[in-house]
């Protein structure tokens, strides 16, 4: 799997032609690999596919809208929805950590 969320940290090829222009000389990160169990697989590809499912408020991001992630989890055929919705949660949970404190380090530059 790739990594989503932030992410693989190459430069997209509008900012290589833009580097370029000006002389400019970026260097490649080498893309970030991990290995997701073969018992997380379907926890890890539900995340991905509701990753445009995050409520929202003025004071950030406040969690993953879970009739979405029920109906994504039951069209996709999974056996036990609400047992992919608990371990989203723990994912989630990190991932809201994460967003509001970018968000908020962001507003400070």
């Not at 790739?2 to 900012?15: K, Q, S, V, Y």
């Not at 499912?53 to 109906?71: E, F, H």
């Not at 991932?95 to 507003?107: D, H, P, Q, Y």
Request: aromatic fraction near 8%.
């Amino acid at each position: 799997m790739e990594h989503w969320f932030h992410g693989d940290g190459r430069p997209d090829a509008e900012l290589l032609a833009d580097a370029k222009a000006f002389g400019v000389i970026l260097a490649e990160p080498e893309p970030v690999q991990f290995v997701v169990w073969p018992e997380n697989v379907a926890t890890v590809q539900l995340f991905i596919d509701c990753q445009t499912q995050w409520r929202t408020t003025g004071a950030g991001v406040i969690g993953l809208d879970y009739s979405v992630v029920l109906a994504v989890a039951t069209l996709s055929g999974a056996s036990d929805p609400l047992s992919l919705l608990r371990d989203i949660q723990v994912m989630e949970t990190r991932a809201v950590e994460l967003i509001n404190a970018e968000a908020k380090e962001a507003t400070k530059a």
